[in-house]
């Protein structure tokens, strides 16, 4: 597997705190959870291409980071965001890319449409409440159809049904391989894989039921863990 | 000591904000999916929003603060002790209580958003208020800091709390639950008796009240208490 080209391939990995010798992630849902500070955002950033490590090698798909394309939500979507208007926001990797200006509008409002944020248009992203932030932020990251979509911490905006709305989104835009952080476990355990990181290193990866097994003495399993097992 | 919303009204283009309210002294949690109004309502209760008609009344409430949901937004000092000073709070106090000790010379934006939240969190902690408004308090938080700020909660004051959340599995101990539905605020009474009723309950809450195992509150104990009947 070590080979495999298909996979995200982290080697010798350091960056600040994050300390990673060895990582293998195959494509589809991963999550990595861990406490606050333990480097779930500077992995991230690492795959996104937003900064480079002081040391060690990642690909995806064979290629570096930053040469696919990539959507980001950040964990403050508020910085993402580069547009006052909400269409003008979700329509920017659109425009970027040179799209032709009638098909941008028209694949902004479907995709508005499509994720039930119709009403929101025209609004001004700063009269939008924290959650509707983040989704506008999500439609951004997905309108171009990213191979690679990293999303930090973008659930802890968002009420259940809506996070069940917007893993819609997130399944129709296809992303090869999507990343995010989490520290909601429900989410971490619909995952096809669960990296844990603790003060920068991985303390357990694989399949969630086996991470949260090795987890049961932490509160990072999803709620009833050692009551129901 | 009381809060009280009265004939409240807000309107933004189509969408309309109406709440008719009297918070008592206790913990209020506040939910709602997206974009139903909760920030609308912690910032009017906290009296950093004027609604468009209606009265807010705060009687006997000589203190009152709100804590934003995103906590860079609060941020106006350069090093994390200047922050914290800016609170009126002990720079040590603030920064052992949050893990940070030793880092008053951070940058505040150098921290991670959980981190920079237990910051903050812990700032607020250092004084007593009157009337403390919580816009998402546990965002970003791990679970250690969501237990955390669970069993701190009810210690930040002896006066109204509001709690306005979409967190799911780690809750403080609760007496008014409230709940906002496409902009109107419903008063779903005291908890435990106001469970069946909450229409954005958490999964663990709908499935121990639709299998008849009530929990007492919401607390990480009480849920598992819960459980275990449920099990048994």
């Given at each position: 597997m070590a080979g495999d080209p298909r996979m995200i391939q982290i080697g010798d990995l350091s960056c600040r705190t994050l300390d990673i010798p060895d990582l293998i992630i195959p494509p589809g849902s991963t999550a990595l959870i861990g406490p606050?500070?333990?480097g779930k955002t500077t992995l991230l950033r690492l795959l996104a291409g937003l900064i480079s490590p002081d040391r060690g090698t990642i690909t995806i798909g064979g290629s570096v980071p930053g040469s696919c394309r990539v959507g980001f939500v950040n964990e403050y979507p508020d910085r993402n965001a580069?547009?006052?208007?909400v269409a003008d926001e979700i329509a920017a990797p659109l425009r970027f890319a040179r799209f032709p200006c009638t098909e941008v509008s028209r694949k902004a409002e479907a995709c508005a449409e499509d994720a039930g944020l119709s009403h929101l248009?025209?609004?001004?992203?700063?009269?939008?409440s924290g959650g509707e932030k983040a989704l506008v932020a999500l439609l951004a990251a997905t309108i171009h159809r990213p191979d690679v979509l990293i999303l930090d911490?973008?659930?802890?905006?968002?009420d259940e049904q809506t996070l069940d709305a917007a893993e819609q989104v997130i399944r129709a835009s296809g992303p090869g391989y999507i990343v995010r952080c989490t520290q909601n476990m429900d989410v971490a355990g619909r995952s096809g894989t669960v990296i844990a990181l603790f003060d920068g290193r991985i303390r357990v990866s694989g399949r969630p039921g086996e991470v949260f097994s090795r987890l049961a003495?932490?509160?990072?399993?999803?709620?009833g863990w050692g009551v129901l097992r | 000591m009381k809060l009280i919303l009265e004939q409240v009204r807000e309107t933004r283009g189509d969408w309309q904000f109406s709440a008719d309210a009297t918070f008592l002294p206790g913990i209020h949690l506040v939910t709602g999916r997206v974009g139903s109004g909760k920030s609308t309502l912690a910032g009017i209760a906290a009296g950093m929003l004027s609604p468009g008609s209606g009265r807010v009344l705060r009687e006997g409430i000589s203190s009152g603060t709100l804590s934003l949901?995103?906590?860079?937004?609060h941020v106006t000092g350069a090093t994390l002790a200047k922050e914290a000073a800016s609170y009126g709070v002990s720079p040590e106090g603030a920064l052992e209580n949050a893990g940070?000790?030793?880092?008053?010379?951070?940058?505040?934006?150098?921290?991670s958003r959980g981190e920079l939240k237990r910051f903050h969190l812990s700032c607020l902690s250092l004084r007593r208020w009157d009337l403390l408004v919580l816009d998402e308090?546990?965002?970003?938080?791990?679970c250690r800091g969501k237990k955390r700020e669970c069993e701190r909660i009810p210690a930040l004051s002896s006066g109204i709390v509001l709690v306005c959340t979409h967190e799911q599995q780690h809750l403080p101990r609760t007496d008014f639950l409230w709940e906002m539905r496409d902009g109107n605020l419903h008063a779903l009474g005291k908890v435990p008796d106001a469970l069946p009723f909450?229409?954005?309950?958490p999964k663990t809450v709908r499935t121990l009240v639709s299998q008849g195992c009530?929990?007492?509150?919401?607390t990480d104990r009480d849920l598992e208490e819960a459980l275990c009947r449920m099990r048994d």
């Open positions: 606050n500070g333990s580069l547009f006052s208007r248009i025209n609004r001004r992203l700063h009269t939008l911490e973008f659930d802890s905006h968002l003495d932490t509160c990072y399993v999803p709620f | 949901q995103y906590p860079e937004y940070l000790s030793g880092r008053g010379e951070d940058d505040p934006f150098i921290l308090p546990f965002s970003a938080l791990d909450w229409q954005t309950a009530v929990p007492a509150n919401l």
